[in-house]
Structures are given as C-alpha cells and as structure tokens.
C-alpha cells in the first residue's frame, strides 16, 4: 500500500480521544450508601453486562471512524477492490510534427490526434498528475481543465520535431509524480523517419503505450530546396529548387509576393527530386523575402518552401599589391563575375585588402599576414595605429591543421568559416595575440576567433576587420587553392566587413546563437518581438523572420521543415511491425502499441497498480459514525 498524502496518517492519533474518554469512564470514585438508590444498584447489576458490550462497541465504531478517515486523508493506493482508477502519473507526447497537418476525408490528421489524447484527459481525476509534452519540447502541466485547454490551442509545427526527446523528457515527468504509478501515453501518425536508431529513449521500468493512427494517402508533392545564389544579389541571381510528385506538379516562384516565374516539374521521388535553376533578377533593393510553392495537396506545410536573399550594389574593395598575387586573382574572380567592384583609397565605402605591413590603410580592412618575416614588425605597427587590438607573434613552420572552434558546444561543419578552413593545412604562421592594451582603442565588441592553427587563433574579426595569420600562398597554406576560399572571402566582405548582414536557415524549435548584435525579430507578418541575449529559439511556423537592429534589418532567418517530413510513409498497421518500430525509439520493460484509440486509453489506465480507497474509507467511516450514533441512541 502507497499513500498520497503520508502526513496525514498522523491524524491515526485522534483515536486515542475516544479510547482515553472510555478509559475515565470507568474510573471509580468514593462510595456513599442512600436509601433511596439502592433499587437503583440492583438495576445497575441486573444490566452491567449488557451495558460493558455496549460501550465496548461504540468503543470500536469511533476508532474505526476515526482510523478510516486518517487513512482516507493520506489518499491510500492499494491493490484492493476500489473505486476508479489508481492515481496516475501521465506524460502524454503529443506528435505535432508537420506530418500530422496532412488532411483526409476533410478532416487534418492532428484535429483526430488531438481528440484521441483529449479523451485520456477527460478520464483524469484530482488525483493524478499529467503533462502534455509536445514534439517540439513543450511542457503543458496543471489541471485536467488546464491540459484540455492546452490541447485546443496547439497546431501542427513548421517542421519535424524531436519525439525522441519529448519522450525521454515524458519519462522524466512521470517519474516524478510517485507515488502515482507513472505511464507514458504517445500519440503520433507514425511516421517511419521519426523513429531514429540514433536516439533510443531508455524508459526502464516506466510503461509506454503509444497510439498510431497513420492517413493513408497514396502520394505527396513536396518542395524539398529553395537555394538563392549568392545570397547578395546585384541586382540578379540564381534560385535552385527541388521538388518531388507523383505525377507532373507545377510550382511558382515569388519576391515579396510577387510572382516572378512559373514552371512544371516531372514526376520524381524524394531520394531524386526534380531540380530547377532559374535566373531572377530584382529592382527593389534590402532584404526581401521569397517562396516557391506548389498547388495545395493533403500535405499542405510542405507545398511551400522558403528562402531570403539581399538586393544591393556589390561591395567595394580596394585592392593592394601587398596582399600576394593568390589574393588578388581570388578578388578580381568576383569583381569579373559582378560581385565585387573596385574602389579607391580614398572610397570611403571600399573595404581595403592587402597584407597588414601596407601602409596608409584604414578601417573597414581584410588584412593578411606579410610575405616577408621581416615585415612583421612593419605590420604589428600598422595594427596598433588601427585600433586593431591583436598582434602577430613569432613565425612557426611546422605544418598544422586549422580548426573552427564549436559554437554553443556544438560542432560548426556547415558554416562558410567551416567549408573554408576547417582541416586546411598550415605550414607558415603567425600566432595572433590578442593585445587590447595597444596603443589603439579598446574594440567595441568582443573579438570574434573564426579559426585557429596550431591551438592558436590564427583567423580573428573584430569590429571594421577581418585578419589571417599567414600570408595567402601556396607555400603558406592550401586555404588559396580550397574551392571553398572566394566564397568566404565573398561573405567576409560583403557581410562581416560589409553591410549584409546574416542569413539563418534552421528548423522549427532550433536554437540559434551568435545574436548580440540583434535587437529584434521581425515575423512575417510585420510583428516585431524584442530579443535579448545572443540566442534565439526558432519560430514553430515556416516563414521568413527578418533580424533587426533598431530600425534597420541586419539580416534573415529562414525557417522551413525538413525535407524528411515530406516522406509520408508510415510504421505499418499490423501491431507486430509497429512494435518493432517501437522498440527501436523506447527501451523499455513494458512498450506496447494500439491502433485504436479505445485499446490505447484502456491501456494507459490499467497500468495504474491498484485502486484509490478514498471512497472505500469515507464510506466506512460514514458507516461507523451512523453505526455508533444508533447504538448510542439504543441506550
């Protein structure tokens, strides 16, 4: 037997009143003889049997009272005959990925869901505890009423979700409810690529019982890519798309709701989509947002595909003989392709590249370390009368491997940083110091170490600069002779030196980082929601969110699904599949299926060990006290 409520035991004391109050009853004062009651004393002993059981009975009813409504109080559980279920402790998971939008017979599969998990709900009672933890990482707690309004409010997310957390974090919440029986209640579509090998939940002794209702639909159109190139547009540029249907599907393309072009696709799968790249160009200038969409299927969050692009001249860069010949042709690649244009020294606007031992230089500057080792002191110099507040330190020749430092403890393998120069080989270097207490000013913001070689920062960014520890040779480093070296140098120019901001695309639920110079984000429809920190969890709906400083946008986050969510197949019907399924998401001693939402309701609730003998005990002690109360008036 468990108790809810073991505090209250203590009221088990209170029998001790009437037992005490029996006790001095029986207590015998002086004895004083009258005449006129000794008839009395012979009634008395005529009775005094009778009398002896029948106290001795009221005795027992008003401890049983008393004892049944201590152990009512403590809220017992025991496998006993009761009333209702045990109390419980529910973590309902909630699939709200963006497959469960898909629409059937008029109906969306998530609206079933939903009334699936409210019918569970409704079966609570003040004595147990529920949660309702969504696939994106929401926790909704409280009352029965609570949870049911909960439930009305969610929608489908933009994306896929991570069930295999909500699960382990819905572990957790029934294991705190002890001493209720804790049980794990998930209703999903069962999708096929939400159960990952990768993410196995270990639910030990806690039970999981998970209903699967799939929608059986024969195929899906899908836009699984919307590529801008470059991301800076001057004024044109390129947008490739992929889509996957059944039979031909014809997809348009907009800009600020605009439609720019139009196109059919050929039928295609999801593992070899149809690719498009269409040339675009535009008048307006800033940052705008754009889609490519497709006519409306049952899976509708997947028939439109996001993505953002800049409209602005090209840089301006003023190119010095200083920095090497490697460099130079890397810069007049872009300035040929109309990347880049060419500026002055005196260009105000122009971003100055060159080794750092040129002289007359000044900020916005993309400075390289000299060719000649001594140059160096030339160069330390020119960065002190900048303000730069890093120093190269003593050349080093053995070859090393850069690195890009994680960001957030997560690895960076997709960033352009990370494409350029993690694992480049180095072979000729300069530490660079970090000197704040130079003669230059303190910088404005916290230095930026891209990368580093040797264990050493070896490419910095500060405010107005951008600096790389070695001279841009072959015989310095294989970053020249990298593919991936002009599109850095592009992004380093146009965005960390430039005006053009940063470009996020992530997934719903995301966490994203590096935000400090963010004041805002501004949702597709125009609201501006204030940021504070670096951080940011990405919107649960598909769209375009420009970042804002102030006034101005500084830059976009792109959200869309994965492209994943688009494959509709589902765990097959037969339970003896589904909980093979199953077993690869959930560890566990009990793990089960249902594909009714009657057999799943049925068992979440007889996992529940035993019945809740509130009303068992309050009926007892009822019973006793009306018991006593007609013995007493007997007498």
């Known amino acids: 037997m468990a108790f809810l409520a073991p505090a209250f035991l203590a009221l088990g004391l209170l029998a001790g009143v009437p037992l005490l109050v029996h006790l001095l009853r029986r207590r015998v004062g002086r004895v004083l003889d009258f005449p006129a009651v000794r008839y009395l004393e012979r009634m008395e002993q005529e009775h005094s049997r009778d009398l ?3 106290n001795r009975l009221l005795l027992i009813l008003r401890l049983i009272a008393v004892l049944a409504l201590a152990l009512a109080a403590a809220r017992p559980i025991a496998n006993l005959l009761g009333v209702g279920h045990a109390p419980i402790s529910v973590a309902l998971v909630m699939d709200n990925s963006l497959s469960t939008g898909v629409v059937q017979n008029g109906r969306m599969l998530f609206d079933s869901l939903r009334a699936d998990a409210k019918r569970v709900v409704g079966e609570l009672t003040s004595d147990d505890r529920a949660w309702i933890v969504t696939a994106d990482g929401r926790v909704i707690g409280g009352t029965p009423a609570d949870l049911q309004a909960g439930l009305e409010a969610l929608q489908p997310l933009g994306g896929r979700g991570d069930l295999a957390a909500a699960t382990r974090r819905a572990v957790g919440l029934a294991r705190s409810g002890a001493p209720r029986t804790p ?16 993410s196995v939940v270990n639910a030990a002794e806690v039970p999981v019982v998970m209903l699967r209702r799939g929608a059986a639909i024969s195929g899906n159109r899908a836009v699984l890519q919307a590529t801008p190139e470059p991301v800076r547009w001057t004024p044109g540029g390129t947008v490739t798309l992929a889509v996957t249907a059944p039979d031909s599907a014809a997809w348009r393309l907009t800009l600020d709701g605009r439609t720019v072009a139009r196109g059919t696709a050929p039928a295609a799968t999801l593992d070899a989509p149809t690719r498009v790249t269409q040339k675009l160009a535009s008048a307006s200038n800033g940052w705008l947002r754009g889609s490519v969409e497709l006519e409306a299927d049952a899976l509708r969050a997947d028939d439109t595909r996001w993505f953002a692009v800049r409209v602005a001249p090209p840089p301006t860069v003023n190119v010095r003989a200083e920095g090497g010949p490697f460099l130079g042709a890397a ?3 872009l300035v040929d392709e109309g990347r880049l244009a060419r500026g002055s020294a005196g260009d105000a606007r122009a971003v100055t590249v ?9 900020l916005p500057v993309l400075l390289t370390a000299p060719r000649d080792p001594i140059a160096v002191g030339e160069a330390n110099r020119q960065l002190e009368r900048l303000g730069i507040p890093w120093r190269f330190g003593a050349i080093a020749r053995s070859q090393v491997l850069a690195r890009v430092p994680s960001r957030g403890g997560a690895s960076d393998t997709a960033s352009v940083s ?9 072979r000729t270097r300069y530490p660079l110091v970090y000197s704040p207490g130079g003669g230059g000013a303190a910088p404005k913001q916290t230095p ?8 050493a920062p070896w490419v910095v960014a500060g405010d107005g600069y951008v600096l790389v520890g070695s001279p841009i040779d072959p015989e310095a480093t294989d970053l020249p002779l990298d593919a991936a070296f002009v599109p850095w140098l592009l992004e380093a120019l146009a965005r960390r030196l430039g005006d053009d901001g940063r470009l996020i695309e992530a997934a719903p639920g995301q966490v994203v980082s590096g935000l400090r110079d963010v004041t805002g984000l501004e949702a597709p429809d125009g609201k501006l929601s204030p940021l504070a920190g670096d951080r940011l969890t990405v919107p649960a709906q598909a769209g375009v969110y420009f970042l804002r400083r102030a006034d101005t946008r500084v830059g976009a986050l792109v959200v869309n699904g994965e492209a994943s969510e688009s494959d509709i ?14 077993a690869s998401l959930v560890n566990g001693r009990d793990v089960v299926t249902a594909n009714d939402a009657p057999r799943w309701q049925e068992a979440v609730f007889s996992r529940a060990a035993g019945q809740a003998l509130l009303l068992p005990l309050v009926a007892l002690a009822l019973a006793a006290l009306l018991a006593e109360a007609y013995v007493s008036g007997r007498g």
């Open 52 to 54: 002896k059981l029948r």
């Open 183 to 198: 049980v794990v209640a998930i209703v999903s579509d069962g999708q096929r690529s939400s159960f990952r090998a990768d």
């Open 331 to 333: 810069l007049g690649t």
């Open 354 to 362: 060159g080794a750092a031992d040129a002289v007359g230089t000044r």
């Open 418 to 426: 990370a494409k350029a120069f993690d694992g480049t080989p180095v």
């Open 448 to 455: 930026d170490t891209i990368a580093t070689a040797g264990g």
């Open 569 to 582: 197949a589902t765990v097959a019907a037969d339970s003896s599949s589904a909980a093979a399924v199953l």
